[in-house]
């Protein structure tokens, strides 16, 4: 697979070549070929590594925006359409490596996968070269996607309203665990669990961790807002 391409418009050239092929193979594949590794891991480390470098430049960018603001703006940034397109707007669909089922259920299209993809990509530059290059390589990307001002518009994402309503109420954020996986491996579906600070759990599912764990935040506001 010939990733030049991918690697001239992230503006990063691997050093280690592996990395890059392994943020590009989905589990779907890995699970039938066998000695692959796939880019579940180099997502859960890509995903930190997006968290900080949005939320240090928006810092940065925002001086005067208050908490609420820049977590409005980076979840806006961050949310999964939002990484499933910047994905396609660097081809990632036309690299991955799917599985005959993924492949055949539309998988190249489907936003979540792109977007695990994406923090994946950036878990392997961060691997390859560490945090500077990853930092240059994220906000590079970025450039053009940031509001000129911390203004968000009101349709906020339900975890994010979560967060601010529980900052006010409790002066804590909520906490979200992964509680479990349903269903073969192209139609999983994930539930997760997100804890107020006050104690009450409220389960989300979806198609996606993301997914999951707005549904548990939407129920957490639904039952705050009946009190």
């Known amino acids: 697979m ?3 391409n ?3 418009c992230i503006h990063h050239r691997f050093g280690q070549v592996k990395l890059l092929a392994t943020a590009l193979t989905h589990s779907s594949y890995a699970n039938e070929q066998e000695g692959s590794d796939d880019n579940e891991r180099l ?3 890509g995903d930190a590594v997006l968290e900080l470098c949005i939320s240090e430049e928006g810092y940065k960018r925002y001086p005067d925006a208050p908490e609420g603001h820049l977590t409005r703006i ?4 961050v949310k999964e359409q939002s990484l499933a397109a910047l994905a396609r707007e660097l081809k990632l669909h036309h690299y ?6 993924e492949e055949q259920q539309g998988g ?3 936003d979540a996968l792109l977007a695990d993809a994406f923090e994946a990509l950036l878990g392997a530059v961060f691997l390859d070269a560490g945090f500077e290059v ?3 390589v994220t906000l590079g990307i970025f450039e053009d996607k940031w509001p000129k001002r911390a203004v968000v518009p009101e349709n906020k994402d339900f975890k994010s309203r979560l967060q601010e309503v529980s900052q006010e109420q409790f002066k804590g954020r909520p906490n979200y665990v992964l509680a479990g996986t349903t269903g073969p491996e192209h139609e999983k579906l994930f539930d997760v669990d997100a804890t107020l600070p006050s104690g009450e759990v409220f389960r989300g599912r979806g198609t996606s961790v ?8 939407h129920k957490a506001l639904e039952f705050l807002n009946d009190q």
């Open 96 to 101: 991955l490596l799917l599985g005959k089922g």
């Open 108 to 110: 190249r299209e489907r």
């Open 43 to 45: 997502e859960f480390l």
């Open 2 to 4: 010939d990733t030049g």
């Open 6 to 8: 991918l690697q001239e």
């Open 210 to 217: 993301k997914r999951a764990e707005q549904d548990a935040a």
């Open 134 to 136: 990853a930092k240059k």
């Open 74 to 77: 980076r979840s806006q940034l």
